[in-house]
C-alpha cells in the first residue's frame, strides 16, 4: 500500500509522536495552522470515513478520545481546541488515511463555511 500516513504509523517515514498505542497515532503536523496542530490517525487504513463501517465505531471512539486526551496533553482543554476530519477532495481531504486535525494554541476564527441559500 502507498498511504503516507500508513508508512508514518509503520515507522518506515519518521515523524514527531505525541501519543501511540496499538491501535491510534497521534504527531505533530508538518505543516502547522496553528500554534498545535496536531493529527490522530487509526492504524488500520480507512480512505476516508465513507470507508468506515459499523464495526469501526470503536476504533473511531477511541480515535476521538484519543484527541481528547492529547489535546488535554497539549494544554488546550480549558482554553479550548478544533478538532477537524475533511471527507473527500470537496472536503479538502488530501492525504486518503481517515485522521483528525487538533488545532489550538490560538483563538481560532470562525470557519469559512458558505452559508445555505434559501
Do not use: W
Request: net charge negative.
Amino acid at each position: 500500500m502507498d498511504c503516507l500516513f500508513c508508512k508514518i504509523a509503520q515507522g518506515t517515514i519518521p515523524s514527531t509522536k505525541v501519543y501511540e498505542d496499538d491501535r491510534v497515532l497521534a504527531f505533530k503536523d508538518i505543516q502547522p495552522q496553528a500554534p498545535v496542530h496536531l493529527l490522530v490517525i487509526p492504524k488500520k487504513h480507512l480512505a476516508t470515513l465513507n470507508d468506515a463501517e459499523p464495526a469501526d465505531a470503536e476504533l473511531l471512539g477511541h480515535v476521538v478520545l484519543t484527541a481528547q486526551r492529547i489535546a488535554r496533553e497539549a494544554g488546550l482543554s480549558e482554553s479550548g481546541y478544533r478538532l477537524i476530519n475533511n471527507c473527500g477532495s470537496d472536503g479538502g481531504q488530501v492525504v486518503y488515511h481517515v485522521h483528525f486535525h487538533v488545532l489550538g494554541g490560538e483563538k481560532l476564527g470562525p470557519l469559512n463555511i458558505p452559508s445555505a441559500q434559501a
